[in-house]
């Protein structure tokens, strides 16, 4: 009972201390020793050392590629301005009585292409508030607009996307980028058709009552010199190479490769697959880019490393997380927390579900919880696919959506800096934050599962 106690407590302080501005560099060691203190079962020093950091380093080993790569990307698309044509050029076509509409589609094109969810926030806030602002549509609906454009369906469910919750569960799977898509194009339609209607309504009732854009002595919004940005066609064109060529890799050239050779090093080619396709789709978007763009950019080589070093706080924040999981998993109480969870009833999906959200909003951190959630039971899923006769495919897709509920609830990083940028607080915004990001996902989650359980994948 003591060691059940350990982890909730650990668990609770993680949350609030995380909450209060203290980085998960100090908090997850000490905490997790904290766990293990409590349960008395594991060593305190071999639960950090033995535990603790060789799951840090294997996460880094796996996913530290594509956190690098994304950062670099998503770094040179917004110094070329690229990024901001993308979301100039959407707005314009819109119009701005689509003022909403326009966030949510620029934000969700960049996030789909690869470009990091912070890059997009910067890149399209200053083009959100000048729009808001012209059709006097209230600038509290700001940062819910672009995270739902950044953090929902674009993350989690559209199939092929590369952003790191999408990548995670592949190797425990054997799964691709591409996996059931039917179910993440189903998720996708709920979380973005709920999020914009949610966003509409809520808007036009405030509209009605008199609420314009508001007076914000405080904003500072640079103009943005629109006859200097590439063309609206130019700046797509390396998210339609991330796109196709993540395509391409994963369906045609790594699926008929013979990899003998990767059992010497304890993997296989169905393991590795998605992200090598991933990693080469990325390192080809960076150069073509860097081509396409050079002049804009100015110091190519200054970008690059500024978006190379803002990718290390990042991968060693969730390797923390992921850190912290397993010396919790390690702990004789968690055998008891594992069972209640693979006893809920009904189709494994909806545990697999279960577990990843709860974990993720623990953390605070979509990858991180899945990656807590997959490290401790992916192995049982994966067994339970097989003996059920589930796709491995639906238990990818449930788990990436799921990691996208919980996760984004106040103390989550992604949310403070969403506000900060906007310059607005918690009380102002986050009402329609939660609702876009954390019910509206859930509710879509639940019906990919029951779309799972009749075969569609």
């Known amino acids: 009972m003591l060691g059940i106690f350990g982890i909730i407590i650990s ?26 203190l409590m349960s008395g079962d594991v060593p305190l020093m071999a639960s950090y050392t033995e535990v603790f950091m060789t799951a840090f380093a294997g996460y880094a080993k796996a996913y530290f590629p594509l956190f690098l790569l994304g950062a670099i990307f998503g770094k040179l698309m917004d110094e070329s301005g690229a990024a901001k044509a993308i979301a100039h050029g959407i707005t314009d076509k819109l119009g701005k009585g689509k003022a909403i509409t326009a966030v949510v589609l620029s934000c969700g094109i960049l996030t789909y292409g690869g470009v990091s969810l912070f890059v997009v926030a910067f890149a399209v806030y200053p083009i959100a508030a000048a729009l808001f602002r012209e059709a006097e549509v209230p600038k509290r609906f700001i940062p819910a607009a672009i995270a739902l454009g950044s953090f929902t369906f674009t ?75 590439p063309s609206l066609m130019m700046a797509l064109l390396p998210i339609f190479l991330v796109l196709g060529l993540n395509f391409v890799l994963t369906k045609f050239v790594f699926a008929n490769m013979e990899a003998a050779y990767l059992a010497d090093y304890g993997t296989s080619i169905a393991k590795v697959r998605g992200i090598w396709s991933i990693i080469i789709s990325l390192v080809a978007a960076v150069i073509l880019t860097i081509l396409l763009f050079k002049n804009k950019i100015g110091d190519v080589k200054n970008c690059v490393n500024q978006g190379a070093f803002g990718s290390l706080l990042a991968i060693v924040n969730t390797s923390s997380e992921v850190g912290y999981g397993n010396v919790i998993k390690t702990l004789g109480a968690f055998a008891l927390v594992k069972t209640a969870i693979l006893a809920i009833p009904g189709t494994p999906l909806i545990s ?100 799972a359980t009749m075969g569609v994948v």
Request: charged letters at 10%; a negative charge.
């Open 155 to 229: 993350m989690t469910a559209l199939p092929g996307t590369p952003q790191i919750q999408n990548a995670i569960p592949m190797p425990f799977f054997e799964t691709t980028p591409w996996a059931a898509p039917f179910l993440g194009l189903i998720g996708a339609a709920v979380m973005f058709g709920g999020g914009v209607f949610w966003l509409q309504r809520r808007s036009k009732a405030a509209m009605a009552k008199g609420e314009g854009y508001g007076d914000h002595p405080n904003e500072n919004i640079k103009e943005i010199a629109y006859d200097e940005l």
């Open 11 to 36: 668990l609770g302080l993680l949350m609030y201390l995380a909450y209060r501005g203290i980085t998960v560099l100090i908090l997850a060691p000490i905490l997790a020793g904290l766990a293990a």
């Open 352 to 451: 697999l579900a279960v577990s990843t959200s709860v974990l993720a909003g623990i953390t605070g951190s979509a990858s991180g919880g899945m990656s807590i959630a997959l490290g401790a039971l992916g192995d049982i899923y994966m067994q339970k696919a097989l003996a059920l006769g589930i796709d491995p495919a639906a238990f990818h897709r449930i788990a990436a959506m799921a990691c996208g509920g919980l996760d984004s609830l106040p103390h989550n990083g992604a949310v403070i800096t969403l506000l900060g940028i906007c310059g607005l607080s918690h009380r102002e915004s986050y009402a329609d934050i939660g609702m876009c990001t954390v019910v509206i996902p859930i509710i879509a989650t639940a019906i990919a599962i029951v779309f």
